[in-house]
């Protein structure tokens, strides 16, 4: 199959899981509570740190070592490469994080409710990549086999769950229908196919860049974990939210390593 048509595929899995979080808007009469909220944080974290350094940062490792490159090149400037991306991103488009009254990034005139839409969309940029690439370097003689890109989109679209949860629930209590909560839930996934496919459309053109871009969405993915996902998921010093850290990793890695 076609890697790119396989990547697009690929990332609808993910993308389920956010739709699949965003229905639940119309089984919860209130918002999620703290517990619960700090809960899917971590877990979310956890999926995403394990799937940073199992999915992408050793297979990345690999691919150098199989084009004779030194394995720390990639690994240093793509990582960074990567992190920086989403801080300048950060900088550069307003938004506004679930548990933060201030918003981000420039001044605007964008609604509550648009701003905390763009903050999860940004945070899927880097999964969508990391999902996608995996399917589109998947093979027998790759790193990354085919179940093993089964394996991280179903990570991805495990934590993309509460993920969903997180935008639709908040934006109904600020005023939203059900319906139009369900709709920005769901559509703050669908960055994930759209930065898939185009990560694969990279690696298939330009193949020797894939150990770049392995270690970019890894950066990218750990500088959401790190600026967003485990302080909101640790507030008031929650055990909670680390245990469910624990968790999510465990998990990640269990479905990374087992297929």
Do not use: C
């Given at each position: 199959?076609?890697?790119?048509?396989?990547?697009?595929?690929?990332?609808?899995?993910?993308?389920?899981?956010?739709?699949?979080?965003?229905?639940?808007?119309?089984?919860?009469?209130?918002?999620?509570?703290?517990?619960?909220?700090?809960?899917?944080?971590?877990?979310?974290?956890?999926?995403?740190?394990?799937?940073?350094?199992?999915?992408?940062?050793?297979?990345?490792?690999?691919?150098?070592?199989?084009?004779?490159?030194?394995?720390?090149?990639?690994?240093?400037?793509?990582?960074?490469?990567?992190?920086?991306?989403?801080?300048?991103?950060?900088?550069?488009?307003?938004?506004?994080?679930?548990?933060?009254?201030?918003?981000?990034?420039?001044?605007?005139?964008?609604?509550?409710?648009?701003?905390?839409?763009?903050?999860?969309?940004?945070?899927?940029?880097?999964?969508?990549?990391?999902?996608?690439?995996?399917?589109?370097?998947?093979?027998?003689?790759?790193?990354?086999?085919?179940?093993?890109?089964?394996?991280?989109?179903?990570?991805?679209?495990?934590?993309?769950?509460?993920?969903?949860?997180?935008?639709?629930?908040?934006?109904?209590?600020?005023?939203?229908?059900?319906?139009?909560?369900?709709?920005?839930?769901?559509?703050?996934?669908?960055?994930?196919?759209?930065?898939?496919?185009?990560?694969?459309?990279?690696?298939?053109?330009?193949?020797?860049?894939?150990?770049?871009?392995?270690?970019?969405?890894?950066?990218?993915?750990?500088?959401?974990?790190?600026?967003?996902?485990?302080?909101?998921?640790?507030?008031?010093?929650?055990?909670?939210?680390?245990?469910?850290?624990?968790?999510?990793?465990?998990?990640?890695?269990?479905?990374?390593t087992l297929l």
């Amino acid at each position: 199959m076609n890697p790119v048509l396989l990547a697009f595929l690929g990332t609808l899995i993910a993308f389920f899981g956010t739709t699949l979080g965003a229905s639940f808007i119309f089984f919860f009469r209130k918002g999620l509570n703290d517990t619960l909220n700090r809960i899917f944080l971590g877990f979310a974290s956890g999926v995403m740190l394990a799937a940073s350094f199992f999915s992408l940062i050793l297979p990345s490792m690999q691919y150098s070592e199989q084009q004779e490159m030194p394995v720390w090149l990639p690994l240093l400037i793509g990582f960074l490469l990567g992190a920086l991306f989403l801080f300048v991103l950060d900088k550069v488009i307003p938004h506004q994080h679930l548990n933060n009254e201030k918003p981000e990034g420039p001044k605007s005139n964008l609604s509550k409710q648009l701003k905390l839409f763009i903050a999860v969309t940004l945070h899927n940029i880097p999964e969508g990549m990391a999902v996608g690439l995996a399917f589109a370097i998947s093979g027998p003689d790759n790193p990354v086999s085919l179940i093993g890109a089964f394996a991280l989109a179903i990570g991805i679209a495990i934590q993309n769950i509460p993920e969903g949860a997180i935008i639709s629930l908040p934006l109904q209590s600020e005023g939203l229908s059900k319906p139009k909560a369900f709709i920005f839930g769901m559509l703050s996934g669908i960055v994930e196919p759209i930065a898939g496919v185009l990560t694969a459309l990279l690696a298939y053109f330009l193949f020797p860049v894939v150990p770049f871009v392995l270690t970019f969405a890894a950066g990218a993915m750990v500088y959401v974990v790190v600026d967003e996902l485990i302080p909101d998921a640790s507030q008031e010093h929650s055990n909670v939210g680390v245990v469910s850290a624990i968790l999510g990793f465990a998990l990640m890695m269990l479905l990374d390593t087992l297929l």
